[in-house]
């Protein structure tokens, strides 16, 4: 689901069902209207096509690609009703719910897939932006990735069934469209559970995610191995601990990169974790390493910068760790991704990060 937080499914399937019993009594839209790029992947239904309230306020374009995919749960019953009305409706009343309980400007993600295979649009200049290749709008799916993540809604619970085929399929060909739009890579397919304390998309798609990255690997080519990192707590030492404080300092932590996990590096992943809606723990995992490991390339400078020239040093490519990603480092980053067959970007995105820390 989009909130930040997990939230029990009744409370959340009973708002959505009243809004839903509300929508199906408006007359369904046509169905050639605001239909979008059918080729090379699902069908879209525009905002304007399921009869989307006006924003609160404008939504935000923002002048840059996405870096990844998100894909939810919608938390909402596993209906067996299967058309494009359904869709819509859903599309209405998850808009009046995001609007009017969560105080939202708009709908929260950027698309939505149908238990009936139906994909529509969600925040307001979703496709418009997906149609450039260039630009994302700001959305409100996931704390923290929201400027930088696409999200997709699915609609159901998922915690102890799978999605229907056709919806699976459906999201199959969405995940490709956006991939091959802005040049992001199939290892760069997430779940919510990723980066916020919380259950969604449910366990049963989650465990699909991996098929998921292989099936749009197989339909566009590249990568699906996601990212693997290491699990660090207090007590750790050693340079990935390193790595660790360098990216807490350069969101703000008053730290200092010792190596080692003490109180003061503990206190600094709880408030980074409290930050980002994560599970406050005190210790560096999935969601962490996910939210702190934004890519870093030639122009960048800071502590981010010092940690990735710092490990390239200790894994055999020396680089001076003056902070500064100039073109030394970025031939020494290409250097280290042709040694574990990453692609030589040059770019240090979270494959390279994982594989830095490995």
């Not at 007359?27 to 209207?33: I, N, R």
């Not at 069908?43 to 894909?71: D, N, Y």
């Not at 969604?200 to 699909?208: F, K, V």
């Not at 210790?283 to 390239?312: D, I």
Request: proline share 6%; with cysteine.
């Amino acid at each position: 689901m989009t909130t930040p937080t997990a939230r029990p499914p009744l409370h959340r399937r009973t708002l959505l069902a009243g809004a839903l019993s509300l929508g199906a009594a408006l007359t369904a839209l046509g169905t050639a209207a605001g239909r979008v790029w059918a080729a090379d992947g699902p069908l879209a239904s525009s905002c304007e096509a399921w009869g989307a309230r006006a924003p609160k306020s404008p939504v935000k374009v923002l002048a840059a690609r996405p870096q990844k995919i998100i894909v939810h749960h919608t938390a909402t019953a596993n209906v067996a009703e299967y058309g494009q009305d359904r869709a819509f409706a859903l599309a209405r009343a998850m808009q009046t719910y995001q609007m009017d309980t969560e105080g939202w400007i708009d709908t929260g993600q950027h698309f939505t897939v149908s238990r009936g295979a139906f994909v529509t649009e969600g925040r307001h200049q979703s496709l418009a932006a997906l149609d450039s290749g260039t630009q994302i709008v700001e959305a409100a799916h996931c704390t923290g990735q929201n400027t930088v993540a696409i999200g997709i809604e699915n609609e159901g619970t998922y915690t102890t069934e799978e999605p229907r085929p056709e919806q699976y399929a459906a999201l199959v060909g969405l995940c490709a469209r956006i991939c091959l739009q802005y040049g992001i890579q199939p290892y760069q397919i997430y779940g919510h559970r990723d980066f916020n304390n919380t259950q969604c998309p449910g366990e049963r798609l989650y465990a699909l995610l991996p098929q998921l990255r292989a099936d749009v690997a197989a339909r566009i080519g590249g990568d699906p191995t996601a990212p693997v990192w290491p699990l660090l707590r207090t007590g750790d030492v050693g340079e990935r601990v390193r790595v660790l404080q360098c990216l807490l300092v350069q969101r703000g932590a008053a730290i200092t990169p010792d190596g080692s996990f003490g109180p003061a590096t503990d206190g600094a992943v709880r408030a980074f974790q409290k930050q980002i809606g994560a599970g406050m723990d005190g210790v560096a995992g999935n969601q962490t390493w996910n939210q702190l490991c934004a890519p870093v390339a030639q122009g960048a400078a800071g502590e981010a910068v010092k940690a990735v020239q710092s490990r390239l040093s200790a894994l055999g490519f020396p680089t001076t760790a003056d902070g500064a990603f100039g073109p030394g480092t970025a031939a020494r980053v290409a250097a280290f991704q042709s040694s574990r067959a990453l692609p030589q970007d040059g770019v240090v995105d979270a494959r390279t990060w994982s594989r830095l820390l490995a």
